[in-house]
């Protein structure tokens, strides 16, 4: 079974320039994440989608990240304009349409603003 | 939201038997708890998860006591491939999905 892709790996941009990361979740997993993960703390939830609506956003910076989900399967995230502290690694996640089901993560897209 | 409590760290040798607790005072009755290990540049997996008594895998053991505020991860005879950050999660039941919340977690770390 295919896992949770993300792309890109790595990637690296000036402050005050646009970002955007890709992920495709696992074939039928209804739900998805994202998650910002800065270096020696743990995730922290930016934004959940079922199926292609929004359920929870409450965690992201509205004025500069934005999340989509189109037709319920790949989604991206964006940054604009994008800030010293957004240098993390963006985790991508999703899991089968239940609560308290485990969820599958992606191996991350790691930022580095400069 | 329920919040846990882990240790920051725990050291330990390699055959050696590994239990990592975890406190959750303010877990609700529809929570479940969600253990998960992290290993650098990758994303979390999943370990095991539970409601309540004991679950086990072909990987851990999660004890759960009857007041359900604890709980601990067991780990048998951890090798050096088990140095990781383990996070200890309580679920909580949102309409449409399940809502992780990751703290800090456990660093584990297996020596020779």
């Known amino acids: 079974e295919a896992g949770v892709a993300q792309s890109p790996r790595y990637k690296i941009i000036e402050k005050r320039q646009s970002v955007a990361f890709w992920c495709n979740p696992i074939?039928?997993?209804?739900?998805l994440y994202w998650y910002q993960q800065i270096l020696g703390q743990g995730p922290k939830l930016l934004i959940q989608?079922?199926?292609?609506?929004?359920?929870?956003d409450s965690q992201l910076p509205k004025d500069r990240f934005s999340a989509e989900r189109l037709k319920g399967v790949d989604s991206t995230l964006k940054i604009q304009p994008a800030k010293l502290e957004d240098s993390a690694v963006y985790l991508c996640?999703?899991?089968?349409?239940?609560?308290?089901?485990?969820?599958?993560f992606g191996q991350g897209t790691r930022l580095t603003v400069v | 939201l329920a919040k846990t409590t882990q240790p920051i760290s725990m050291d330990s040798y390699e055959g050696q038997e590994v239990n990592i607790t975890c406190s959750h005072n303010n877990i609700a009755t529809n929570d479940y708890i969600t253990w998960y290990q992290q290993f650098p540049s990758q994303g979390p997996r999943f370990i095991i998860q539970g409601y309540k008594t004991k679950v086990t895998n072909e990987v851990a053991s999660l004890f759960i006591p009857a007041d359900r505020k604890s709980s601990t991860l067991s780990l048998p005879r951890v090798s050096l491939s088990d140095t990781a950050v383990y996070y200890c999660l309580v679920g909580d039941t949102h309409t449409g999905g399940f809502k992780t919340i990751f703290g800090a977690g456990t660093r584990l770390f297996v020596k020779a």
């Open positions: 074939s039928g997993h209804a739900t």
């Open positions: 996640a999703s899991s089968p349409t239940s609560v308290n089901t485990e969820a599958f």
């Open positions: 989608f079922q199926n292609n609506g929004v359920v929870d």
